[in-house]
């Protein structure tokens, strides 16, 4: 059973560039069979999607996000990461990582990584 | 963006209660519909996906209906480690949206 756990760290300031690395184990990233995905969840409230990405290189990203958002695999070290640019108070969140199917549709996410919490601040 | 909505926002409920929670798509979605369960502090965990699919070792008294724009969770008789916050997704476009949540209180 593949498990995946985000790392970086946990305070950025305003304007800078928040970074996250999710590794996955139990398995490759190298897989054809399944998108890699960050989600964020600001404190007290509901589920966003970030983006994903699939092992071929191609990258989908929420339009409210878009300009800010990168996601790169490192299949190397079995890792997917996150870096969001210009950051502010409004991108402080829980910030997990998951996979989902390669599929017609987005499908749906599973397993998760255990969260990481950002925060935004000087 | 596809909005989804859920009803109630939150609800209490008893140990044994039958417990529906309803999820509306702001425009068909045909069965692209997924359920979560997430407990505080925790990530979300998947129950249900393509809207009636149970999830390899979730408890059979979690069930999933609907197609198109309504949507229903269902949970047959409350368990005292189901008291948690429930989310619906969409997947049937980009980007995949969630709804805001219900949280299941304890009577």
């Known amino acids: 059973q593949q498990q995946l756990q985000e790392s970086g760290p946990g305070l950025v300031e305003p304007s800078e560039t928040l970074s996250l690395t999710c590794t996955v184990s139990g398995g490759s990233i190298r897989s054809y069979s399944y998108y890699w995905a960050w989600i964020r969840q600001p404190p007290g409230k509901g589920l966003e999607w970030i983006g994903s990405?699939?092992?071929?290189?191609?990258?989908y990203s929420n339009p409210s996000l878009k300009s800010r958002v990168t996601i790169s695999v490192d299949a190397s070290k079995n890792q997917f990461s996150l870096k969001l640019s210009s950051v502010t108070a409004a991108d402080t969140a829980v910030y997990y990582c998951?996979?989902?199917?390669?599929?017609?549709?987005?499908?749906?996410?599973?397993?998760w990584g255990q969260g990481t919490l950002v925060t935004v601040s000087s | 963006d596809i909005q989804m909505t859920q009803s109630p926002s939150s609800l209490s409920a008893s140990v044994g209660d039958r417990v529906t929670i309803t999820c509306r798509a702001s425009?068909?979605?045909?069965?692209?519909l997924n359920w979560y369960q997430q407990k505080p502090g925790t990530a979300p965990k998947l129950l249900i996906y393509?809207?009636?699919s149970l999830q390899s070792g979730v408890p059979s008294r979690f069930s999933g209906s609907g197609s198109g724009t309504h949507f229903t969770l269902t949970v047959s008789s409350l368990q005292p480690e189901d008291f948690a916050t429930y989310y619906c997704?969409?997947?049937?476009?980009?980007?995949?949206?969630f709804g805001q949540g219900t949280r299941v209180e304890i009577k």
């Open positions: 393509a809207s009636s």
């Open positions: 998951a996979r989902h199917p390669y599929s017609s549709d987005w499908g749906w996410f599973d397993p």
């Open positions: 997704q969409q997947s049937y476009n980009t980007p995949p949206t």
């Open positions: 990405i699939y092992y071929g290189g191609t990258t």
């Open positions: 425009q068909s979605i045909n069965n692209f």
